[in-house]
DNA sequence: CGGAACGTTGAAAGCTATCAACACCGGTGG
DNA sequence: CCACCGGTGTTGATAGCTTTCAACGTTCCG
């Protein structure tokens, strides 16, 4: 064996390997990609970061689900986005201030791959395009955020709720007998009224409007919605 | 003469050339900078780009005020952001999928400095630290977007508008007898009102109550406050 | 069994959207 | 000079929605 061997892209055996923010480091930088990069698994429930710490790295989700919240001086929290595989996250510390502004915790049983942040910083020197990389994950993010505000200004929460229902639909979801989708919701109520910006009590009385359009059902975790709800459906959701 | 004589780098007279994107610009690249770079003046209310047309550079804002607006399939706009000299905008669509996903609009007389797409790329390719300075951008754009979510989930209207008045002071305010700042409203109620998400007769009303309080008068345009709102004033806006 | 966390329900109060009407202002044209 | 007009901003009334507080139901676990 020669100290010159090839050493293998340890995002190779990833799914989101073509797209992977790590993609750009050449062979020269590998070693040092390979030897710090961490695999780590996390329970439902578990903190990778901490709202107020320090960043540590660059995070990759690859398995599970992440929230990112914010938790404010009141004791309140906004859930501002979820994280799923291949999405990285902490890259605003990492690029910004050095200082979480967001909590991650996993949702589901989940593993994140991590680039320490003395290692990501010199993989970003000598590997240029890195940064171009980060670059287009930022725009998606204000793409994100933006989207967010416009639904916010623009549909009324029960508009908001199925479409997110639908969005979670589309990740968790599995087809059943006739036409049904069902899932089990990763997130509690208390988590869906974060993220939507209302109250617990608020959000039971959106779910229950929205199950007497009769399109979906909500009991407890579990969640059953007709595959291709009908346009007149939705449009009846105003 | 000779044509190697230095040159001077364009953004050197702008008082914000110390964070200037394209400071990191070297000699070799700065004659490039210098032939594309434009000026442009825009008077009140003309557009710097239309939301759905391509993206034709990388745009700065050097004086005035700009908004940048989505404009909804229903006819009804959303006011994402007011961008203040030094700070630079049409960046996500450079970076991203080349498609402006806002209007920009001088809300005052304001000067823009352009660098046109395919000299920007050009740039950005000899002098890899300029998506750095974009990157730094997008993050800060990341937290004004989160910051704003957060606030709507938190804060009543009555506060954000409260919020908003003091920010728009900080900038366009003018000190006047007595610990009493003034200055002119440099949007409609329109604005204000997408600005918040609401409606005008909302917006209205909400003026009305802030004024209540008694630590500002709006009339029209005309903008008067108290120069440091008391504590307890500002604790009774909720 | 008891307790804690989670979720739902009810009632009252407060706020916003909507529609309609009106006031105000600047500019145009007779 | 004045009437008219469109754009802009305000006011009123009503209906619908959310918050808040309190109470109750469920589930899970020690």
Redesign the interface.
């Known amino acids: 064996m020669q100290s010159a061997a090839k050493i293998d892209h340890p995002c190779r055996q990833c799914a989101f390997y073509a797209e992977s923010v790590w993609h750009p480091v050449e062979q020269d930088s590998l070693r040092s990609l390979a030897q710090n990069f961490v695999r780590r698994d996390l329970s439902e429930g578990e903190v990778l970061f901490e709202q107020g710490t320090d960043n540590r790295g660059v995070f990759c989700v690859s398995r599970g689900l992440i929230a990112l919240r914010?938790h404010?001086a009141?004791g309140?929290s906004?859930l501002?986005r979820l994280a799923y595989p291949g999405e990285v996250i902490g890259f605003?510390s990492f690029?910004?201030d050095g200082q979480h502004?967001?909590e991650a915790r996993a949702l589901t049983p989940s593993r994140v791959c991590t680039v320490p942040r003395s290692a990501s910083s010199h993989l970003l020197q000598d590997n240029?395009a890195i940064?171009?990389q980060?670059?287009?994950r930022?725009?998606r993010?204000?793409?994100r955020?933006?989207e967010?505000?416009?639904s916010?200004?623009?549909k009324t929460y029960k508009e908001q709720l199925a479409d997110l229902l639908m969005t979670l639909m589309d990740h968790h979801g599995e087809q059943q007998q006739k036409g049904q989708r069902h899932m089990r919701l990763p997130l509690s109520r208390s988590d869906l009224a974060?993220l939507l910006?209302v109250q617990p009590e608020t959000l039971s009385r959106l779910i229950k409007r929205l199950e007497k359009d009769g399109w979906v059902q909500i009991k407890g975790r579990h969640v059953t919605m007709l595959s291709h709800p009908l346009r007149d459906l939705s449009a009846s959701i105003g």
């Open positions: 914010t404010h009141d309140n906004t501002l605003r690029l910004g502004q967001t240029p940064m171009k980060l670059a287009t930022c725009v993010e204000i793409d955020t933006h967010r505000i416009c916010a200004a623009t974060d910006g």
